[in-house]
């Protein structure tokens, strides 16, 4: 086969339409698209997005270096996606980039560090013990089917509010109205319907002044845009309440920070504290500062709700893991007196089943299966090794070429039967009790967190990725010595979405996960 350009040159599926490329199946189809492409093409091949523009599938380890690490200059977030985050949040850590970015990662990382998630562990536990009631009053006169996403959901976002924020958004003892929660759940679903007229964001961006921009948006006769509007005012509204709630808090002094909920050990406490004494080139504005409050909340609710949600349908599915597991952690929170008491952030995060759980759990199920990023200019990507290009030669790196997209399949990569072996697709928690495999330490993954792109790695990883694994430990030393989790008889269908969520078939659009939860105690 004759090609014209290297670009021509990259192996992949033949374009389905002159308008759409393969989209329709890579929109409709995640998982099948993934499952055939992969097979036959391997770790990098090139498909058609609209308008047949040349878009790269990888799951390479030194492309994804070169991507997220070394190069991330060249392969930038969206523009559309960046200028998105930004109407509707501010210029929080998911809206900016390069020196703002750098900024703002250099002043929050330290916030994140395990020595804060020590102080936020008893808030963790007191908010999940309270769950606990509340699931028991449910099952306490037998076993009753419990839609447990719609749980970790409520859970997820006062494990954030309290250890995040130092608010409590839901009392979870009794069902409370709350709008910045509705908020919250529906931004992602909106932002989706918006998906075309969001094309024209980053042009609005140019249009002058915020008020502007904000007058031409409430003009557009179209549902979803005004809803967002709702949605926007809606979060930007309460992350100021708690925005200068803390800060008036700080500046009474310990005493007032006392009275805080959480104490003012959260990490938005924290932050104000560091902002205040970080020097004059490093410090946020107090607008980045409450672009933070609903970033946090809308990158840590649905990532981390869905992960605890697969973690349940997996340990219902397996009673035995379930059952050894709630072995652990029952002797471990035995008291000595037959009670069972809380764990401090050392001994939850150092229980050995539980680690292996949880991470097999993120490697063989990431709830974030796919990441974007667009060149923005022409360079080379490296690999870490050949692939065969369609004129049969060897290609050693892939031109890119500038406004190219290129997909990771995070799932792909995790699942490498190179790297992990045979058994890569089985969901197997032992594999973290022994060494792992030689190929994978050699590979060089590029991820933050135990050779997994499930958090990503380089500048712009998951800033929660240690907050997230606090919040799924306590969880379940918490629930499972109290409840059995079975599955119900019903099918579960998981849905592929920015972050994968289960429903109760495959066209629902309902998430949600009913499993039958029986009291232990
Ligand atoms: C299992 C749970 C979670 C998963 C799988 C997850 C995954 C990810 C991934 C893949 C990204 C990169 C997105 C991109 O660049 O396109 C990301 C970014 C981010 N995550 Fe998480 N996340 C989780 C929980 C959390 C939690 C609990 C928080 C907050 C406490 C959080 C805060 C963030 C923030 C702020 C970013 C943007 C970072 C930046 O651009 O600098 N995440 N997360």
């Given at each position: 086969?004759?090609?014209?350009?290297?670009?021509?040159?990259?192996?992949?599926?033949?374009?389905?339409?002159?308008?759409?490329?393969?989209?329709?199946?890579?929109?409709?189809?995640?998982?099948?698209?993934?499952?055939?492409?992969?097979?036959?093409?391997?770790?990098?091949?090139?498909?058609?997005?609209?308008?047949?523009?040349?878009?790269?599938?990888?799951?390479?380890?030194?492309?994804?270096?070169?991507?997220?690490?070394?190069?991330?200059?060249?392969?930038?977030?969206?523009?559309?996606?960046?200028?998105?985050?930004?109407?509707?949040?501010?210029?929080?850590?998911?809206?900016?980039?390069?020196?703002?970015?750098?900024?703002?990662?250099?002043?929050?990382?330290?916030?994140?560090?395990?020595?804060?998630?020590?102080?936020?562990?008893?808030?963790?536990?007191?908010?999940?013990?309270?769950?606990?009631?509340?699931?028991?009053?449910?099952?306490?006169?037998?076993?009753?089917?419990?839609?447990?996403?719609?749980?970790?959901?409520?859970?997820?976002?006062?494990?954030?509010?309290?250890?995040?924020?130092?608010?409590?958004?839901?009392?979870?003892?009794?069902?409370?109205?709350?709008?910045?929660?509705?908020?919250?759940?529906?931004?992602?679903?909106?932002?989706?319907?918006?998906?075309?007229?969001?094309l024209v964001l980053p042009k609005?961006?140019?249009?002058?002044?915020?008020?502007?921009?904000?007058?031409?948006?409430?003009?557009?006769?179209?549902?979803?845009?005004?809803?967002?509007?709702?949605?926007?005012?809606?979060?930007?509204?309460?992350?100021?309440?708690?925005?200068?709630?803390?800060?008036?808090?700080?500046?009474?002094?310990?005493?007032?920070?006392?009275?805080?909920?959480?104490?003012?050990?959260?990490?938005?406490?924290?932050?104000?504290?560091?902002?205040?004494?970080?020097?004059?080139?490093?410090?946020?504005?107090?607008?980045?500062?409450?672009?933070?409050?609903?970033?946090?909340?809308?990158?840590?609710?649905?990532?981390?709700?869905?992960?605890?949600?697969?973690?349940?349908?997996?340990?219902?599915?397996?009673?035995?893991?379930?059952?050894?597991?709630?072995?652990?952690?029952?002797?471990?929170?035995?008291?000595?007196?037959?009670?069972?008491?809380?764990?401090?952030?050392?001994?939850?995060?150092?229980?050995?089943?539980?680690?292996?759980?949880?991470?097999?759990?993120?490697?063989?199920?990431?709830?974030?299966?796919?990441?974007?990023?667009?060149?923005t200019k022409d360079a080379m990507?490296?690999?870490?090794?050949?692939?065969?290009?369609?004129?049969?030669?060897?290609?050693?790196?892939?031109?890119?070429?500038?406004?190219?997209?290129?997909?990771?399949?995070?799932?792909?990569?995790?699942?490498?039967?190179?790297?992990?072996?045979?058994?890569?697709?089985?969901?197997?928690?032992?594999?973290?009790?022994?060494?792992?495999?030689?190929?994978?330490?050699?590979?060089?993954?590029?991820?933050?967190?135990?050779?997994?792109?499930?958090?990503?790695?380089?500048?712009?990883?998951?800033?929660?990725?240690?907050?997230?694994?606090?919040?799924?430990?306590?969880?379940?030393?918490?629930?499972?010595?109290?409840?059995?989790?079975?599955?119900?008889?019903?099918?579960?269908?998981?849905?592929?979405?920015?972050?994968?969520?289960?429903?109760?078939?495959?066209?629902?659009?309902?998430?949600?996960?009913?499993?039958?939860?029986?009291?232990?105690?």
């Amino acid at each position: 086969l004759f090609s014209q350009s290297p670009v021509d040159n990259i192996p992949g599926p033949d374009s389905e339409s002159y308008l759409t490329g393969n989209m329709n199946q890579f929109k409709q189809d995640r998982w099948g698209f993934q499952e055939q492409h992969v097979r036959t093409y391997g770790r990098l091949f090139k498909f058609h997005g609209l308008f047949n523009a040349p878009w790269l599938y990888t799951y390479d380890p030194r492309a994804m270096h070169s991507i997220y690490v070394k190069d991330q200059d060249v392969y930038e977030e969206n523009d559309v996606i960046l200028a998105s985050f930004h109407t509707a949040l501010g210029p929080g850590l998911l809206a900016t980039v390069e020196k703002q970015h750098r900024r703002q990662r250099k002043i929050l990382n330290p916030v994140f560090s395990a020595k804060h998630l020590r102080d936020v562990t008893p808030i963790f536990n007191d908010i999940i013990n309270r769950l606990q009631v509340a699931i028991s009053s449910r099952v306490k006169t037998g076993p009753q089917e419990i839609d447990v996403l719609g749980w970790m959901g409520r859970t997820a976002l006062e494990l954030i509010g309290q250890g995040g924020l130092g608010h409590s958004f839901d009392p979870l003892t009794h069902d409370v109205a709350n709008e910045f929660a509705e908020s919250v759940k529906a931004y992602f679903p909106v932002m989706h319907q918006l998906e075309v007229i969001r094309l024209v964001l980053p042009k609005v961006y140019q249009l002058g002044p915020a008020v502007i921009r904000r007058k031409l948006l409430e003009l557009i006769p179209f549902g979803p845009v005004q809803r967002m509007i709702k949605i926007s005012d809606a979060l930007h509204t309460t992350s100021l309440e708690i925005y200068h709630e803390k800060k008036a808090a700080l500046e009474k002094g310990d005493e007032a920070m006392k009275q805080q909920v959480g104490e003012g050990k959260d990490i938005m406490s924290v932050l104000l504290r560091e902002n205040m004494v970080a020097s004059e080139e490093d410090r946020l504005t107090d607008e980045e500062v409450v672009a933070q409050v609903s970033t946090l909340v809308l990158a840590a609710m649905d990532t981390t709700s869905n992960a605890l949600a697969r973690i349940f349908s997996l340990l219902s599915e397996h009673p035995g893991v379930q059952e050894k597991l709630r072995e652990e952690l029952v002797q471990a929170r035995d008291d000595g007196s037959g009670k069972l008491r809380d764990l401090n952030y050392d001994e939850v995060m150092e229980l050995p089943y539980l680690d292996a759980v949880c991470r097999e759990s993120l490697r063989r199920y990431p709830p974030v299966t796919h990441l974007m990023r667009e060149v923005t200019k022409d360079a080379m990507l490296p690999l870490s090794e050949p692939i065969t290009g369609r004129d049969g030669q060897p290609m050693h790196s892939i031109p890119v070429t500038k406004g190219m997209r290129i997909f990771t399949d995070v799932i792909a990569s995790n699942c490498n039967k190179e790297l992990w072996g045979e058994d890569a697709d089985e969901w197997k928690p032992e594999r973290w009790l022994k060494p792992l495999p030689r190929a994978l330490e050699d590979a060089h993954i590029p991820g933050v967190y135990s050779h997994l792109m499930t958090f990503i790695g380089g500048a712009r990883a998951c800033i929660g990725f240690k907050f997230s694994q606090l919040e799924m430990k306590v969880v379940l030393a918490s629930l499972l010595p109290a409840f059995k989790f079975e599955p119900t008889g019903k099918p579960i269908y998981w849905n592929a979405a920015g972050v994968a969520y289960p429903s109760a078939s495959k066209g629902s659009r309902k998430p949600e996960l009913p499993l039958k939860v029986t009291s232990l105690l």
